[in-house]
């Protein structure tokens, strides 16, 4: 999804109705904010809204996920299209987690064959050393290449308002998480609670 264009269409959409950002969000029920953060490609809005907002803006889903309107000839074609695309992101999100997984697998497989052989042979300790030097950067680099896939990899969704968002780095590798769940600070409520790992943003 062109979530630039996407904001585009809204702003358009909702000018179109004499709207302004505060009015439309007080019809949702949302803040301004988060209107204007559509608008400007920086999020999408979450399932929940996403019958509302079409139905404010007098538009369907599928405009929207097109980010234009569509005569009924194309209504079908845009629909298959916007299946496909989803389709494709959570794919593409399956592949990045199970790469992710595999780099950590391979990681630890490489450092702890280094530490075994820094340890179990003969040799000059400033060998050993060089060896169990290779061994600590193998897993820092990895764990760190292995985050950055599965951080990108979908999005987290905030269990209190349902916003799924990608969290900054830090706050990635900082918060405490179980396989499928992080707690993360809402960038929509604010709320700072485990959140589910989703596959589409």
Avoid at 118 to 147: F, P
Avoid at 161 to 166: A, G, L, P
Avoid at 177 to 185: A, G, V
Avoid at 189 to 194: E, S
């Amino acid at each position: 999804m062109d979530q630039i264009r996407i904001g585009k269409f809204i702003a358009e959409e909702r000018k179109r109705k004499g709207y302004t950002q505060r009015k439309l969000a007080e019809q949702l029920g949302i803040s301004d904010k988060t209107i204007s953060k559509w608008e400007r490609g920086n999020g999408f809005p979450e399932v929940s809204l996403l019958l509302p907002l079409c139905e404010e803006l007098e538009i369907t889903v599928n405009e929207l996920l097109v980010g234009e309107r569509v005569s009924e000839e194309e209504y079908q074609e845009k629909a298959e299209e916007n299946m496909v695309n989803l389709l494709m992101e959570a794919q593409e999100s399956k592949k990045k987690i199970v790469l992710s997984a595999m780099i950590v697998g391979l990681t630890l497989l490489s450092a702890l064959t280094l530490f075994v052989i820094s340890g179990a042979l003969v040799m000059e300790n400033w060998i050993r050393i060089i060896l169990t030097s290779i061994g600590v950067v193998v897993i820092v680099g990895g764990i760190i290449i292995a985050c950055i896939l599965d951080r990108d990899a979908g999005a987290f969704e905030c269990p209190e308002c349902k916003e799924r968002f990608v969290p900054e780095m830090s706050a990635y590798i900082m918060g405490p998480h179980t396989i499928t769940r992080r707690k993360l600070k809402c960038p929509k409520c604010g709320a700072h609670k485990y959140c589910k790992k989703v596959l589409t943003k």
